[in-house]
């Protein structure tokens, strides 16, 4: 990791938003700009939600980050209340670097669900990857780094990467043939369950066919845990102390959704063998189950927390894909073009760059998370050791000044002129370090190989209501999500 520090700050020197050092001595924390704040409640904003939960605030959380940003500048502080501590939010790409450098070997972070980690810790789970800090989370991480980081060893699961995206195409093809248009809230749910299907449990779960309706129904239960989980992370946070009304919905859901992906890992663990033949060649799974250093429960807690996680971020990353794609004809030509230049090839570096345009217009998450574990100076501000610090990537991806101009218009083009560097920390879809995103490269695998095959396929085309993204937990699609693929 040090090493990558280094090569991305030395594309730094050129770009205008990088801070300039300073010799002051930092200024106190207690300086940091920030919303007005009221005893035990905190800061004004969880007065609306301490009032009653106000589901249209909630939704527009990211908005609300942005508008502190606008106000108070590139560093903000923000009291939770009731007995919460601070967090701070920082939109400067230098003060991201300065954070992840700090970040050392085992990075520590806020669950991005404290819902779920408190439902695995109550029935006894191990809280999965994305919850874990400390030495836990090290020794499950360090097990799957290889199989899952190194793009050689993603290259394994292209064929079954490209029988996914064959299976979509013929699925859209017949939605589109049975009521005029696919509804991509459905379909790429059902994608992105066949997928983790083929990576995570090494078999078909006919999402994309005879079992779709199953799907939706998974599908759906996901659904109704963000969204509750959105309203309770920003609510009051009795559930903490009380067993309220949310928390046994959230008890229930939970129940439902690991009744069901418990059935498919053990059907899955049942099946699969221990085997002297070559690990790197083996699928996910196996791949777990050979490791001498894992036991049953350490690979159903890594399968559960790449499930889990991959469900609910690919599907929408799909579906921005496709809206830009659909809503910039000019785009799909060149996409085309570039696919029946080389059917056979997997760089296309033209849709590449569509993908990287649109990971950054539609963030999936609002920030990266961490809780430093040293002092740092941050925009010239004392943070001492333990704060959690949000780095906000979804408004440094849209930034005015890090995206010359145009940070709400979709120009594929700027990923590929040279001559534009980027600010590295401008841009982190994935995180970075050590904790950066176990599934990045099966997503973005999968996103390219689905991606070109509806590209070569159709005419993709979007009507009627514009998407847009609501926060619910993740930055999700609102909008019409119905488009129009007419066979080439
Ligand atoms: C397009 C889709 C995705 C995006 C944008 C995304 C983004 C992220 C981000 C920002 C993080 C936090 C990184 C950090 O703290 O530095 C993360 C963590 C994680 N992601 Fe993803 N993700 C995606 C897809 C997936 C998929 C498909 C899987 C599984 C197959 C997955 C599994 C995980 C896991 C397990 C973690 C927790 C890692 C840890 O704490 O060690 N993600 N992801």
Redesign the pocket.
């Known amino acids: 990791m040090r090493r990558s520090i280094k090569i991305l700050a030395e594309n730094l020197e050129n770009c205008p938003y990088t801070s300039a050092t300073t010799t002051a001595p930092p200024r106190r924390f207690s300086e940091i700009p920030g919303p007005r704040e009221i005893p035990v409640i905190g800061n004004s904003r969880n007065l609306k939600y301490a009032i009653g939960t106000d589901a249209e605030t909630i939704e527009n959380y990211n908005k609300h980050l942005e508008e502190m940003y606008n106000k108070y500048g590139k560093i903000v502080k923000e009291n939770l209340g009731f007995g919460r501590k601070y967090v701070v939010h920082v939109f400067d790409p230098a003060d991201a670097q300065t954070v992840f450098a700090a970040d050392g070997k085992t ?1 520590f ?1 806020v669950p991005l669900q404290e819902t779920t980690q408190k439902y695995r810790e109550m029935k006894g789970m191990n809280p999965g ?2 919850n874990l800090n400390g030495p836990e ?1 090290y020794r499950l ?1 360090s097990s799957i780094q290889h199989a899952m980081m190194r793009p050689q060893s993603v290259q394994t699961y292209l064929p079954f990467s490209q029988k996914v995206s064959d299976d979509l195409v013929r699925h859209v093809a017949e939605e589109q043939i049975r009521f005029g248009n696919a509804n991509m809230q459905k379909v790429a749910g059902r994608w992105s369950l066949e997928s ?1 299907g083929q ?2 449990f090494e078999k078909s779960l006919e999402s994309l066919g005879n079992r779709s309706e199953w799907a939706d129904g998974l599908i759906e239960l996901n659904k109704k845990i963000f969204q509750l989980s959105a309203k309770m992370r920003l609510g009051l946070p009795i559930f903490r102390l009380f067993s309220t009304p949310s928390w046994r919905k959230m008890v229930k859901l939970e129940d439902e959704f690991y009744a069901e992906v418990d059935r498919l890992m053990d059907d899955a663990l049942d099946n699969l063998k221990i085997s002297e033949s070559d690990s790197q060649n083996m699928r996910f799974a196996s791949y777990l189950i050979n490791r001498k250093e894992l036991n049953r429960r350490d690979v159903k807690v890594i399968l559960l ?3 889990s ?2 469900l609910s ?2 599907a929408p ?1 799909l579906i921005y894909n496709l809206y830009n794609i659909a809503t910039h004809p000019e785009a799909l030509r060149k996409i085309q073009e570039e696919i029946k230049e080389d059917p056979t090839s997997s760089k296309l570096p033209y849709l590449r760059a569509c993908i990287k345009e649109t ?1 950054r217009m539609f ?3 609002t920030e ?2 961490r809780i430093t574990q040293k002092d740092l100076t941050l925009s010239g501000y004392l943070i001492p050791a333990g704060t959690a610090v949000d780095i906000n ?1 979804n408004i440094l991806m849209r930034n005015m000044v890090l995206f010359s101009d145009s940070p709400h218009e979709f120009k594929p083009e700027r990923w590929l002129e040279k001559s534009k560097s980027v600010h590295p920390f401008a841009f ?6 050590p ?6 490269r ?2 973005e695998q999968d ?1 390219l190989t689905s991606l070109a095959k509806l590209c070569a396929n159709f005419d993709i085309r979007h009507r009627g209501e514009p998407i847009t993204q609501i926060y619910e937990t993740l930055l999700l699609p609102r909008g019409n999500c119905e488009f129009e693929f007419k066979k080439l």
């Open positions: 990075p972070i990857l994305g989370w991480r983790a990576i995570l927390s790449m499930f996680d991959g971020t690919t990353m990971f963030p999936i998450g990266v998370s990537t982190l879809p994935f995180g970075f370090g904790r950066m995103c176990a599934g990045r099966f997503a996103l």
